[in-house]
């Protein structure tokens, strides 16, 4: 079946600087790369997704990138600030509702 | 609109029990999706209603059972309890198609003692 798997499991950056998370998948019939942020006791929120007709998206500070050929999807988000400090789950989807989500990455912005 | 919302938000059930959860979707979702979060396994699919029909259903024993009713709203169902059943459980609303955005409700904190 479908895997995900997201690197790194942990990721520290100071405030301002980048932070790039990675995902790969193995199904190739995966067409939807959703991107969720869950702070702590909270839900897990959409902030971004692409779909495999797209190789990039961007929405402010937040960018996605896929490639389809290396089965690879990343989040890059820049100009980090202290409320982007949360766990972050990448997740891919063959077509239907299921989702295939990432082992989840800690993201800290240190001030 | 509102979001989606999951009734309760707080369980305790003893091994052996069966637990009964509640999701109710965004207004116009016709999709409910129902997802296991465990701090060792991470996120897990459990299974989809579309239209009072299952669609997608997961790895999970058959004692993890769901259904949907016209109005779209979902419940799951979690028979015999395990003390590995211990989890946060979300469900995530969507139009349905495939694929659409799903948005997650607060889920159901169940702890089995």
């Known amino acids: 079946g479908e895997n ?17 998370i990675k995902c790969t998948y193995s199904d190739s019939a995966s067409n939807y790369f959703p991107w969720y942020k869950q702070e702590l006791g909270k839900r897990p929120q959409l902030i971004i997704d692409i779909r ?8 402010q500070r937040i960018a996605v990138t896929l490639n389809k050929t290396a089965k690879h999807f990343s989040l890059h988000i820049t100009e980090t600030q202290p409320e982007d400090s949360a766990v972050y789950f990448c997740a891919a989807s063959a077509g239907a509702q299921k989702l295939v989500f990432g082992q989840g990455t ?6 | 609109k ?11 059930k003893t091994r052996g029990q069966q637990v ?3 999701c109710s979707p965004i207004s116009g979702h016709r999709s409910v ?11 897990q699919f459990l299974f989809e209603y579309f239209s009072e029909t299952q669609r997608n259903k997961g790895n999970f024993p058959g004692r993890f059972s769901g259904r949907q009713f016209s109005n779209s709203r979902s419940e799951m169902n979690v028979s015999t309890l395990e ?3 211990s ?8 139009q349905g198609g495939a694929p659409y955005e799903q948005y997650f409700g607060p889920g159901t904190r169940l702890t089995v003692t």
Do not use: F, M
């Open chain 2, 20 to 22: 009964t959860l509640s």
């Open chain 1, 52 to 59: 495999s007709n797209v190789g990039e998206k961007k929405d």
């Open chain 1, 106 to 111: 800690r993201l800290t912005i240190n001030p």
């Open chain 2, 33 to 43: 999706s129902w997802y296991q979060q465990t701090p060792g396994q991470g996120l």
């Open chain 1, 4 to 20: 995900v798997e997201q690197h790194p499991s942990t990721l520290s950056v100071q405030e301002g600087d980048s932070a790039v």
């Open chain 2, 87 to 94: 989890a946060l459980y979300l469900c995530a609303s969507s």
């Open chain 2, 83 to 85: 003390l590995g059943d």
């Open chain 2, 2 to 12: 509102a979001g989606v919302t999951q009734t309760p938000r707080y369980l305790i």
